[in-house]
């Protein structure tokens, strides 16, 4: 009844103003509905107003205490959608603090029902929904989000041609064999395999599958201090070993690229790092060169811009933050606890952009910010 009233005052209006002159805006929405989704995490997705015609489909997966909203706000991805016709997921973490799973065995396997599985469903649906191009899916992410691009690019190859990972670990370095566990050796770079190892660590999760993998892109920076720079190593360790790349000498070497911080690494085709000296947790969100490397602007291949990386991106700066005390917003939410007057736990959150909790850690754990929206104890 109420659908009929709004669909018949919707139709007035239609029939007044004339539909070519009714706006339609593309929005954020929440889909509660896109199959089997046992881990519970929650998807949003950005349809632009401008769809292609057999649309990309960009999946984007927020960091620790991160949203579906702040990513679509924080990064360029919606932006470009309405340019170039993608359609893009945001899925949302159902945690308690919000990182990912990437550390229990369901999401470390193929179908093993996990936020891993639930991100494949929320894929699946939307190729279905939007008659989009099942060849041309992609997933980049931040931090947490980083080790989830690299965790489904093991368990889902199948399913995506490339991938863009800002500060992440390799797949299956954050085991714990509990959900949404953290792994402190592994987040201080002291999980160190051979390249065999590494490879076989993502083989391993789906096992028997010998098609196409993803192309991968993987971005950190040397002064990462919630996600040591050693991740970065790893990780090309591991996507070198799985294309079978040489890990020790990449074929081409490119400095200031593609800005003065940073130092491209290409191993081949499918395997490109990107090194910033200096550079924090935070490495800017690069769209432009994301948007090449997915063959969705360009040739395909990874291209230099003369553009300034930042200046593409409404997230946070490279620079490395050194407070120790993050200046939590002013909050329009009531904090449910005042802060300095509570203690936030071992890796616990204790600031952030739009943060209320307590700011002050546990002794003897520090506040680290992270990024412009997170802080941990550490
Ligand atoms: C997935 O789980 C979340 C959280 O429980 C819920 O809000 C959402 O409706 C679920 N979606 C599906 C398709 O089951
Ligand atoms: C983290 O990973 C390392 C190396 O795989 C493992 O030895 C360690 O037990 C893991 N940590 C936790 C807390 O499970
Ligand atoms: C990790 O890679 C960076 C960039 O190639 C390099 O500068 C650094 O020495 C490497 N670290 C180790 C321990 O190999």
Redesign the pocket.
Do not use: L, R
């Given at each position: 009844m109420r659908l009929s009233s709004i669909t018949s005052g919707f139709l007035a209006l239609a029939s007044f103003t004339g539909a070519a002159e009714i706006v339609k805006r593309a929005a954020l929405t929440q889909?509660?509905?896109?199959?089997?989704?046992t881990?519970?995490?929650?998807?949003y997705i950005y349809v632009p107003d401008k769809l292609a015609a057999n649309p990309a489909i960009i999946v984007a997966v927020h960091y620790c205490s991160g949203t579906a909203s702040a990513y679509y706000s924080g990064t360029p991805y919606a932006k470009l959608a309405e340019q170039y016709g993608f359609i893009v997921i945001y899925p949302e973490s159902?945690y308690s603090g919000t990182c990912w799973d990437v550390s229990s065995p369901a999401t470390l396997t193929h179908n093993g029902g996990g936020n891993s599985n639930?991100i494949a469903?929320m894929v699946t649906y939307t190729i279905s929904k939007y008659n989009a191009d099942s060849s041309r899916v992609f997933v980049t992410g931040t931090s947490s989000g980083a080790m989830m691009t690299n965790v489904l690019s093991a368990t889902y190859p199948e399913m995506f041609a490339a991938a863009s990972a800002y500060s992440g670990v390799p797949a299956g370095c954050f085991y714990t064999g509990s959900v949404a566990g953290w792994n402190s050796t592994c987040s201080q770079g002291q999980s160190i395999h051979t390249q065999t190892e590494w490879a076989n660590t993502a083989l391993n999760m789906y096992p028997g599958y010998t098609g196409a993998r993803p192309k991968m892109q993987v971005f950190h920076g040397s002064a990462d201090t919630t996600l040591y720079p050693q991740n970065f190593n790893e990780t090309l360790k591991q996507w070198s070993g799985v294309f079978g790349y040489t890990y020790g000498s990449p074929q081409q070497t490119v400095g200031q690229n593609p800005s003065s911080a940073y130092t491209k690494y290409v191993y081949g085709p499918n395997l490109v790092g990107y090194y910033g000296v200096g550079v924090g947790h935070s490495v800017p969100v690069m769209g432009d060169l994301d948007l090449a490397w997915f063959g969705i602007t360009g040739g395909g291949s990874p291209t230099t811009t003369s553009t300034p990386a930042a200046s593409t991106t409404a997230a946070p700066s490279s620079t490395l933050v050194t407070s120790t005390k993050p200046s939590t917003t002013s909050a329009t939410a009531t904090p449910s606890s005042t802060p300095g007057t509570c203690t936030a736990a071992r890796w616990a959150q204790c600031g952030g952009s739009g943060f209320t909790g307590c700011t002050t850690c546990a002794s003897p754990y520090a506040c680290k910010v992270s990024n412009a929206y997170y802080s941990q104890c550490l």
């Open positions: 889909v509660t509905s896109f199959g089997a989704n881990s519970g995490a929650k998807m159902p639930s469903n």
